[in-house]
Nanobody, 115 residues
């Protein structure tokens, strides 16, 4: 299935951790840029982390130092390790693959940070 499939979302207490996974069967996965986006209720979708084909990464200011994005090309998988979670991290998290004119979105996984 080319469309990415996200998993790992859950209910977690503030200060807790989660690891999200994004898996796809797209060919030449290693050439794709992969982004993790999130969308909270009533808010616009925002990019939180990006990993490029060369392995370089970038983060939104709101998650830098707490989230880590990584990829394992042999498994066609991208991870988002989320530590020190805050209530404001509550959102649906989406995986996006893009390469030139090709773009694929996953269905999302819910992350809820609450007591």
């Amino acid at each position: 299935q080319v469309q990415p499939v996200e998993s790992g979302g859950d209910l977690v207490q503030p200060g807790g951790s989660l690891r999200l996974s994004c898996v796809t069967s797209v060919e030449k996965f290693e050439d794709y840029t992969v982004d993790w986006y999130r969308q909270a209720p009533g808010k616009q979708r925002e990019s939180v982390a990006t990993i490029f084909s060369d392995g370089s990464v970038s983060y939104a200011n709101s998650v830098r130092g707490r989230f880590t994005i990584s990829r394992v090309n042999a498994k066609n998988t991208v991870y988002l390790q989320m530590n020190s979670l805050k209530p404001e991290d509550t959102a649906v998290y989406y995986c996006n693959l893009n390469l030139f004119l090709d773009e694929y979105w996953g269905q999302g996984t819910q992350v809820t940070v609450s007591t």
